[in-house]
């Protein structure tokens, strides 16, 4: 369930785009006013937002946020402001262009992957291919070395079933080709980058299901029991974004806050892409597992208007 | 360029649709007209046909023009009046349901695969999963065997960039990667199976100029002599249908017209799929190197009304 709250009388996108010019004229910046308009519109919302403000004053409105806002609290309303799969585009080819690849880039590509539905997967790689011309695929092939690169250009590529069609025959066949796999140390082998990259999410989670049930150990601790290299985090992130993206970005915001610095960026990347989607999920599986409030964690992390634009996005009434 | 005729005044679809039904109703069906108000319609034309014979009926096109015709007519009449992408759908999984699995068969999915728009081909897959409630991955895994079925599913999840985007380092580069696997006989390498389903068509026409530049003979050339396998067919089938779907087309329609008998799923095929796209370049490329009219071969192996239909979309006046 998402966090994302909508007023009960929703403004035209006209009243809306003068509530943002204005915000954006004078000396300062209104950003409460930003906040509270962008914070609580929907993406089909935040679109006529976009085009009407285009259309009444022959400006972009991201180039607007661009110019008027600043850090990290500029970095989430944009994001926010953007298509999803734009948004989606951009995350993927930041994720791959920075220098580093660690698990904290690479999960990018991961949750677009096998947290998004089929047809937000197709629409990001469009979006991508008109954004940074070339594909998608190209640009993990050109910055991400084997055998990771193998995994994510399939995992990029499918185009998922979507109704909870589930074999149990398969199932379980499927589980012992991965068990076997893992058993040899083989996580990059081509029939388990099959299995993962072209079954439904539903018959997935029955695989995983029936790996735990006929040996004992689920799948995601003997991922991660093979190794602690970059091809051991990636399969145990594809895991549990099909298994159970909520614990996958109860995760996310818990290393991006936990410690002494805060990981803005990971953190901005979860609110933001799941305010609309799975939020209040997330939200429930982070208490359940680190027994602490998630809502808390990020206040004590975040101030000000970036603070309150996550809260925004959280449900709060800023 | 296409041949299909559009006349210069369009009927209504309420015109047409009502000219359909009188040519459905009475003791004979009335093909003639059949074949004058369906083999002039583009393909936006013909789906506004489906959905106003819908709406004004309350009976589906299709179902109707199911129970009217019959033999090869019909099925030239009806998968050219699905929509294209639900048409494909249904080749791709009549080839893969068939028994028998040779490249009569598995070129279909090639076709789909490398001679379409990246747009078209996603939309084939997002058909093929509402309609055969599995995806069209999926049901590759399941009906062909391994190295072609690596190399099929990896194809079909292609979504490659579509402007002529051209890195001559990388042609030089890729053409030395296909080179050296094609000379270990190693077709279903991963890097061969990763240069063919990602790069832009434009790139990949560029590698296989730099192979035949660099290495004397044309990479098709190559590839067939390698062998006489399946693998070998399906790859030459890739090249062709990426470099010049032309020369594969006209290929495929002189392997059906040959000899005694006539293949007419394949000659359907070709004429149905190619009518709106590029036909007439089909039309030359057979001209070029079979030194005789594609027209002529296809009215001498065929008759009636299906051959009027078949001719229709090659833009005759019946």
Redesign the interface.
């Known amino acids: 369930m998402a966090t994302l709250r909508i007023p009960d009388v929703v403004p035209s996108p006209v009243e809306d785009c003068e509530r943002l010019k204005n915000a954006f004229q004078g000396l300062g910046t209104d950003e409460k006013a930003i906040i509270r308009i962008l914070g609580r519109r929907n993406a089909g919302q935040r679109k006529k937002i976009r085009e009407t403000y285009q259309q009444l004053y022959n400006k972009s409105l991201i180039d607007c946020l661009i110019s008027e806002l600043s850090g990290d609290f500029r970095k989430a309303v944009i994001l926010w402001t953007y298509d999803p799969a734009e948004r989606d585009a951009r995350l993927a080819n930041e994720a791959l262009k920075s220098r580093k690849k660690s698990i904290i880039q690479l999960q990018v590509i991961v949750e677009i992957a096998c947290a998004s539905s ?2 937000h997967l ?1 629409a990001v ?2 979006a991508y ?1 008109s954004l940074f ?6 640009d993990i ?1 050109a910055n991400v070395s084997p055998p990771v690169q ?1 995994i994510l ?2 995992l990029v ?7 909870a ?1 589930v074999d149990d025959d398969i199932a379980n066949e499927e589980a012992a080709i991965l068990h076997k796999a893992i058993e040899a140390k083989k996580l990059d082998d ?1 029939e388990v980058v ?1 299995v993962l ?4 999410k539903f018959q997935l989670i029955q695989t995983f299901l029936c790996y735990k049930n006929n040996y004992g150990k689920s799948i995601d601790q003997e991922i991660v029991a093979c190794g602690k290299g970059i091809l051991e985090s990636v399969l145990k992130v594809v895991v549990w974004c099909i298994d159970s993206p909520e614990k996958h970005f109860a995760e996310v915001i818990k290393t991006a806050v936990v410690g002494l610095g805060t990981d803005e960026d990971s953190l901005t990347r979860a609110i933001v892409c799941r305010a609309e989607i799975d939020l209040m999920s997330v939200r429930a599986e982070y208490f359940n597992t680190y027994k602490s409030s998630m809502d808390n964690a990020i206040i004590d992390d975040t101030s000000g208007d970036y603070k309150n634009f996550l809260m925004t996005l959280l449900g709060a009434n800023i």
Chains 1, 2 share one sequence.
Do not use: A, F, G, M
């Not at 590529?157 to 109704?163: E, G, V």
């Open positions: 089929p047809h197709v790689r469009q291919c011309h070339s594909s998608l695929e190209e092939i193998k250009v399939s590529s499918s185009y998922r079933y979507d109704k069609v081509d099959r990259s072209t079954r439904n």
